[in-house]
């Protein structure tokens, strides 16, 4: 028989634009609970940012600052982790997640990501001429990944408060089930 869950903190995973952090910030309101974003931790340990990183360090040790985080949040209590777009793609991320976290994943069609984060200029990853190929393949390519959360949820039609109540409605179930 396999231990029982320990549901202390919630991760938020998924594709960049999938609403994480907005609902994030407003499901960690709701549950009086701290709201930390590993995009932000990885930025505050290197003194730098994303972008910076990307170019000086490429992407590998991006991914191995960001495994830093997630060792270092297995201590966490009461807090929501929204985390960045491929951090459960790398080793056994989602794994560690797991073990005190419910893990929800935040769904949206390539075509919708694309509507959302067209405008935006700071993920390296989308810096290039066809991004919405390149969210196809990467969405593609880390499906197996977000299909292992503890839950899915839809956040195309739903803005971020209907999807923030759907989690928290989640994370109660979860944890009145322990
Ligand atoms: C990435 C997503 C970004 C950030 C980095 C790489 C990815 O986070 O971690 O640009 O690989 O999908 P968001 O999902 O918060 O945009």
């Not at 960690?28 to 701290?34: H, V």
């Not at 982790?81 to 419910?102: E, P």
């Not at 390149?134 to 197996?144: H, N, Q, T, V």
Request: proline letters at 3%; one cysteine or more; aromatic letters at 6%.
């Amino acid at each position: 028989m396999s231990a029982a869950r320990q549901f202390r903190n919630l991760a938020l995973i998924g594709f960049m634009g999938s609403g994480k952090s907005v609902v994030g910030r407003l499901v960690a309101g709701q549950l009086d609970f701290d709201f930390v974003d590993t995009d932000d931790l990885v930025e505050a340990a290197a003194g730098r940012s994303i972008s910076q990183l990307f170019r000086e360090e490429g992407e590998l040790a991006f991914r191995q600052r960001e495994r830093a985080v997630v060792l270092a949040l297995a201590g966490r209590q009461r807090t929501v982790i929204a985390t960045g777009g491929g951090l459960v793609t790398y080793l056994d991320n989602l794994a560690l997640l797991k073990q005190h976290a419910l893990v929800v994943c935040l769904w949206a069609s390539a075509a919708t990501i694309y509507e959302r984060v067209r405008h935006h200029h700071h993920r390296p990853l989308l810096q290039t001429p066809d991004p919405l190929g390149r969210i196809r393949d990467l969405l593609a390519a880390r499906e197996p990944f977000y299909r292992q959360a503890d839950v899915i949820i839809q956040t195309e039609c739903r803005n971020p408060r209907e999807v923030a109540a759907q989690v928290v409605h989640q994370f109660h179930t979860a944890v009145s089930q322990q």
